[in-house]
């Protein structure tokens, strides 16, 4: 609904599923930076099974079904001649998306990298929660003259705190060394977002306070 009589809403739900064996350009689920790039189809099927479950399909790395946006807003209006930009405006964000699939990631057996080998099929350990966030944002106008104002923002996000494992350690073992996979102590625990300085946990509530002329 497009603003009208003081409120506005708007809603989408996405729902998608991504399967495969192949990221694309840029492989996601160890973080491998190297456009165009990738170990992974170095050897066939047949050559003594390096690759574990390479070939096959599987949900990708954001395979993600389900995404859900809600925004509201509605405007208390205080009409008062030229005085009609005053006013508080309050809204409210949601936003729910299901879990990313998990997978068991061996060292590859001829580079030796750690994270590269698919176990058990691609999302083998399941997947991480499901989130759902709240966020809220108010402002007020207070008009000064004909033609200049003052607003106070206020935005608050993830109002409930919600703290859930966003992403974890995907690699089963530390190295391959002469034949055999150290394991590795962090394996499913959460761990930073690669390419990013996030941890392995959501955001937790924070707020953001503004003043505009």
Known sequence: RRFSNGWQGFFNWRIAKLEGN?????????????PGI???????QGDLNLLGDQFAIGPLNSDRRHIINVYGSYAFDKARGW??????????????ETGLPI????????????????????????RTPNYA?????????????????L???????????????????ENNALDFVAGVNPPNPDFLKPRPVI????SGYRPPFNLRLGVRF
């Open 22 to 34: 192949f990221e694309g350009h840029l492989r996601n689920d160890n973080g491998q930076t190297d």
């Open 38 to 44: 990738s170990s992974l189809f170095d050897f066939t």
């Open 83 to 96: 005085r009609m930009l005053n006013g508080l405006n309050l809204g409210l964000n949601m936003r729910y």
């Open 103 to 126: 997978n068991k990631l061996d060292p590859h057996p001829v580079y030796l990298n750690t994270g590269e080998v698919p176990v058990g099929g691609r999302g083998s350990q399941g």
């Open 133 to 149: 966030r709240f966020d809220v944002h108010t402002d007020y106008s207070w008009g000064i003259t004909e033609k200049t104002r």
């Open 151 to 169: 607003k106070f923002t206020a935005d608050f996000f993830n109002i409930f705190n919600s703290q859930k494992v966003w992403r974890v350690d």
């Open 195 to 198: 390419g990013t300085t996030a």
